[in-house]
């Protein structure tokens, strides 16, 4: 099991891969302790030695093994389930953080289908079940934070959406990839207010998306999503703002040019393209620099330092190498 985990991560060559985004994967995976000939051995053994996050028994469970994405899966103590699923920003469902969890038992998750389109050799139409199968899916603990400077520590069940990726084999042109998530009045509520374009659409750079920690998320705590975090499926891209992870998504496409965001429209000198968390560049309205974790104690409570990268700068700052951060914020 371990093994096949590691073997999942050694993706397969250059096909559909730019060498320096090869080099660059190659690295870490190094780092991570996959290199050639010490695919586990290179793991602290603490990395198996807690269990899957057990969920309250309230939704289907969704088996995972523990991720063995080296470094990657924090220790950090685990948001409580009752956190995660009723402070929530989904604002398909009001803008309130505790709407998501009132109005989305009116979203429907079946049937359910993924269209994957754009600049791939492989377009084609996923539904959920066949999304659910197409590879093994991990227990992946990460830090999340929210650009209005609260964060979360939650155990996400997935698979790198670089699997999905391979998948469809873009081809030189895709250079950037975008995610759209449902737009439905009958079931959303919230799209009566116009705060944002809908669908709400966000974007990756094609080596951000085909990095192993962004993960195509079906899950939490061992359960399968509840509505209010973005069922059945949603983007988890740990060391950006929270806004970066889509929720509820139904295409994917590939093109050549960099697209605007629902939230680079809305407000632009507020929300850039990249949204890396990066505590030394501030929001025009607000510092950046700390962060309060939900579900320890409350609003006075001692506020935490945010982490270049939110602490994903070993994995990723290479992506970023040689751009000026406040600029390309
Ligand atoms: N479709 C959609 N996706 C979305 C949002 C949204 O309003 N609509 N909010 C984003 C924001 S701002 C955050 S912080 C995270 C919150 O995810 P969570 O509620 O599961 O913690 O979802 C992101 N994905
Ligand atoms: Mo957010």
């Not at 979360?152 to 698979?159: E, L, T």
């Amino acid at each position: 099991m371990r093994h096949r985990i590691a073997q999942g991560l050694e993706l397969p060559a250059a096909e559909i891969t730019p060498p320096s985004l090869y080099a660059t994967r190659r690295r870490w995976l190094l780092s991570a302790g996959f290199g050639a000939g010490s695919a586990v051995l290179g793991l602290s053994p603490d990395a198996f030695a807690q269990a899957t996050a057990a969920g309250p028994g309230k939704l289907a469970k969704l088996a995972a093994s523990r991720s063995a994405v080296g470094g990657a899966s924090t220790m950090e103590k685990l948001t409580p389930y009752n956190d995660v699923t009723t402070y929530n920003n989904f604002y398909e469902f009001g803008t309130d953080k505790d709407d998501p969890a009132r109005n989305a038992h009116t979203l429907k998750t079946r049937p359910w289908t993924v269209q994957v389109e754009g600049e791939v050799r492989k377009p084609q139409t996923l539904d959920i079940e066949t999304l659910l199968k197409l590879s093994p899916m991990e227990e992946r603990v990460y830090r999340m934070r929210c650009v209005e400077g609260w964060s979360m520590v939650i155990p996400w069940v997935g698979y790198s959406l670089s699997e999905l990726i391979k998948r469809v084999e873009p081809t030189g042109n895709a250079k950037f990839v975008q995610f759209v998530t449902l737009a439905d009045r009958a079931q959303m509520p919230g799209l009566r207010s116009s705060v944002l374009e809908w669908p709400y659409v966000e974007a990756l750079r094609l080596d951000e998306a085909m990095h192993p920690l962004t993960l195509l998320a079906f899950g939490l705590y061992g359960e399968i999503l509840p509505n209010q975090n973005g069922a059945p499926l949603r983007l988890v891209v740990p060391w950006k703002y929270g806004f970066k992870s889509g929720k509820s998504l139904v295409k994917i496409r590939f093109v050549e040019k960099q697209l605007l965001t629902s939230w680079e429209k809305a407000a632009p000198q507020e929300y850039g393209f990249y949204s890396n968390v990066n505590p030394k560049v501030d929001h025009p309205r607000w510092s950046q620099a700390t962060e309060r974790r939900i579900g320890e104690g409350g609003l006075f409570d001692k506020k935490r330092p945010t982490l270049m990268f939110n602490g994903y700068e070993p994995q990723v700052g290479q992506l970023y190498a040689g751009m000026d951060l406040k600029r390309q914020f």
